[in-house]
């Protein structure tokens, strides 16, 4: 008889699961397979409802500035061409700029697509959060609990509802399909599940960098499972760590290139702040009050006591679950240490820019929390356990839903109110210069916001609070705030303490392309043309292809009356950037400056004869005065000026008609022009048609209510429309504005004279 023949089963690692739920320990409330996923989802959707009022705010300035993102071309720029963003984003994330490529194609700039879209993804991270909680052997109910809290937790408002923290997202859900597809693998050995984790996990590499941790994450599952790692273990984690490394070196030297930061630490200040940092964030998870989006410095230094408590408090917590990890499981240490381990790259062994601002930020523990959520879960699973002995397997569905609704209404509250402050820039930076008062660029970006709302002195008080909290080891930072308090200044008509202003930044940056291209553009507007050229070619030899540069001189050479050299700019400023829609098609745009050059002309030539006329009615040449001044009027057909003097002229050579229609036509053109007012009102009065006349006086007192002579002539008209108390009462006020006006006294005393009966 053969020997039968044996098939060698893969081995499976002690202790995993091979489903998904266990039916037969979920409570009667979470029977139906659909219920727990559509209750998470549920809870976020109630929970962050505010997000779908909410608008761009902070960085997403990158979704309507990075040309990338706005042309069809644009996709192969986001994944080989990282450069492309640099003025944005620094890190080589393609898969998030990605989705935001597609979105552009979808809705444009309409907002709400875009956090609809990040809600999506953090359902998709909450359920995918549960599923691996069961399969790590969590009981149902209270996987699902945690799976809960994490969902609705305000602690990651951050990450879900601003916009750009999609990166948090999209790296946490590809990070965790892979961890599943990599527990799947070491249960049934299927290379697939091995290359399908591999593969998510290099997408969650491309979302974010933070990601990196996975490979020590799955060997610390290996330890919680069977206590100790094996050879085995590392060979299997080993491709994941060289991918890991491979993606982080791209993303470091990409962000490099574009911003190298180095903050002077000592590796002891950096343990500190590290300790530090883990605890902040565990107090935040536990009691998530006061949170704000950029948090204020703490103090660092190896004298400092309470850094030292930190320290002391986390190397003990780490040696008490050590010692006791037979006695109450490797469950707790594993989950502790996944949390440290997830939230490393954070935590200041490592310099990054955003350490400038702030040691910890809550989108940098959207998925390391997790690992405390599930703890802290669990910790309350086993205190009920050990509380209700007797009665723990009948209570226990009752207990639990009691239990989750205790954390999730206050959280979800929480979550609600805390989703409102992304409604858009002003309650944004608001809310964080209300908390962190010393938070410069809060400061500094509430003014931007009020300024584009043209609410400019509350703008130049924000700027002067970001001034305030300068650090004193980088006077460059007040460049941009000295250039936006210009363009204040100049909103306000206030064009002095602008150039000020412009000033003080090329005062600290010589080079600053922004502030010498305002300063430049301020001086043509102050008709200083020579200074003006001399910064444009300033800024040219800065950066030769600056558009604004070439736009600017353009219309300073206008001004100059050098149209062939304008033309030749502004066609170099339409060549760099033809889409420019200050400068509009070429045709147009070239159209309008001859236009302007032609006006400019016109005018120079029309000022000539009006300064000769005027000079001509000096030396009593009155023909010649209104021969100049009709010259001056064909080029200059409507100005107000031209055709007053035009009535002045006229009526001292006696043609009081003709005087008479200048001035009309002035008043056409500027209804309120004072010399036309007051010369039609005497002329008026001349010929006797007082009405007319008393209409243009009162008209007149409106505009220059202390015309003293206004006032006489209105009396004089008064008078001859039989209102001779009317009339004394002008009188009087002429006098009470000039008491030395003999022809308001004159006939003053004569309308009295008649009122008396004497006359």
């Known amino acids: 008889m053969a020997a039968k023949k044996h098939r060698n089963k893969p081995r499976r690692e ?37 997000a779908t009022q909410a608008g761009f705010v902070w960085d997403d300035a990158v979704l309507s500035g990075a040309k990338p993102l706005q042309n069809l071309s644009g996709l192969w720029q986001i994944w080989f061409e990282p450069r492309s963003l640099k003025e944005y984003e620094g890190h080589y994330w393609p898969v998030l700029y990605t989705t935001f490529w597609l979105e552009h194609r979808l809705w444009g700039l309409h907002p709400l697509g875009y956090h609809l879209v990040n809600l999506l993804l953090h359902m998709g991270v909450t359920l995918l959060l549960w599923r691996l909680l069961l399969r790590l052997a969590m009981p149902v109910a209270w996987a699902w609990v945690a799976a809960a809290v994490f969902a609705v937790h305000p602690l990651h408002v951050e990450s879900v509802v601003w916009v750009m923290g999609r990166k948090d997202l999209l790296a946490a859900g590809f990070y965790l399909a892979a961890a599943l597809y990599y527990l799947r693998f070491a249960e049934h050995r299927r290379r697939a599940d091995y290359a399908r984790a591999l593969a998510l996990f290099m997408l969650s590499l491309l979302s974010k960098s933070i990601a990196v941790t996975l490979p020590v994450a799955l060997l610390l599952w290996h330890w919680w499972k069977r206590g100790r790692v094996i050879g085995a273990d590392f ?8 991918l890991g490394l491979g993606v982080t070196v791209i993303d470091w030297l990409a962000y490099k290139d574009v911003e190298e930061v180095s903050l002077d630490y000592s590796s002891l200040e950096r343990v500190l702040i590290a300790a530090q940092a883990l605890w902040f964030y565990v107090g935040k998870l536990l009691w998530p009050a006061g949170l704000v989006v950029v948090y204020p410095h703490w103090e660092v230094g190896a004298d400092h006591l309470p850094a030292w408590g930190y320290f002391i408090a986390a190397v003990a917590v780490a040696a008490l679950l050590w010692f006791y990890r037979q006695r109450i499981t490797r469950a707790p240490l594993a989950a502790a240490a996944f949390f440290a381990v997830t939230l490393s790259p954070t935590l200041g062994f490592v310099d990054y820019g955003y350490m400038q601002f702030s040691f910890v930020a809550d989108r940098y523990q959207y998925l390391a929390g997790a690992g405390i959520i599930a703890l802290g879960v669990g910790a309350v699973a086993w205190g009920a356990q ?11 569905p009752t207990a639990l839903a009691a239990l989750a609704l205790v954390p999730l209404i206050p959280l979800s509250i929480a979550t609600w109110q805390h989703a409102g402050i992304y409604r858009n820039e002003g309650v944004f930076f608001a809310h964080i210069t209300d908390h962190n008062p010393h938070a410069r660029s809060a400061h500094y970006n509430l003014g931007g916001w009020l300024k584009n709302e043209e609410r400019h002195e509350e703008a130049l008080a924000a700027y002067r609070a970001a001034l305030g909290n300068l650090d004193p080891d980088n006077p460059g930072a007040a460049v941009s705030t000295h250039i936006n308090m210009g363009v204040v200044h100049e909103g306000l008509e206030e064009y002095e303490q602008a150039e000020e202003y412009y000033r003080l930044a090329l005062q600290a940056k010589p080079r600053s392309k922004n502030a010498l291209h305002n300063l430049a553009r301020l001086l043509t507007g102050n008709r200083q043309y020579d200074e003006s050229l001399a910064l444009y070619r300033k800024l040219l030899t800065i950066d030769p292809d600056y558009m604004k540069a070439y736009a600017g001189m353009a219309a300073t050479l206008v001004w100059l009356e050098r149209p062939g050299e304008a033309l030749h700019n502004l066609e170099r400023a339409l060549e760099l950037d033809p889409s420019r829609q200050e400068l509009g098609s070429a045709r147009e745009q070239l159209d309008k400056m001859q236009q302007e050059v032609e006006q400019h002309g016109q005018r120079q030539l029309a000022d000539t004869h009006y300064r000769r006329a005027l000079e001509y009615r000096k030396q009593g040449r009155l023909e010649d005065a209104l021969a100049a001044l009709r010259k001056s009027r064909e080029q200059s057909p409507d100005s107000v000026e031209i055709h007053a003097t035009l009535g002045f002229v006229a009526e001292e050579m006696n043609r009081l008609d003709q005087a008479a229609a200048h001035y009309q036509r002035a008043l056409e053109i500027d209804p309120r022009f004072p010399e036309a007012l007051n010369h039609l009102g005497a002329l008026r009065l001349r010929q006797q048609r007082y009405t007319e006349a008393l209409t243009h006086f009162q008209t007149l007192i409106e505009i220059q209510p202390d015309y003293a002579k206004v006032y006489s002539g209105m009396g004089v008209a008064l008078f001859n429309l039989n209102r001779s108390e009317e009339a004394v009462r002008s009188f009087d006020k002429a006098l009470s504005l000039d008491p030395g006006l003999e022809e308001a006294r004159v006939n003053r005393d004569y309308v009295l004279q008649i009122l008396g009966g004497g006359g």
């Open 14 to 50: 002690r202790g995993a699961s091979s489903s998904v739920a266990a039916p037969a320990n979920a409570p009667a409330w979470l029977s139906p397979p659909w219920v727990a996923p559509v209750a998470l989802c549920l809870l976020i959707a109630v929970s962050y409802f505010p």
């Open 386 to 396: 050990v509380a209700l002995p007797r009665v723990w397997k009948g209570a226990q």
């Open 235 to 242: 060979a299997r984690a080993l491709p994941f760590l060289l």
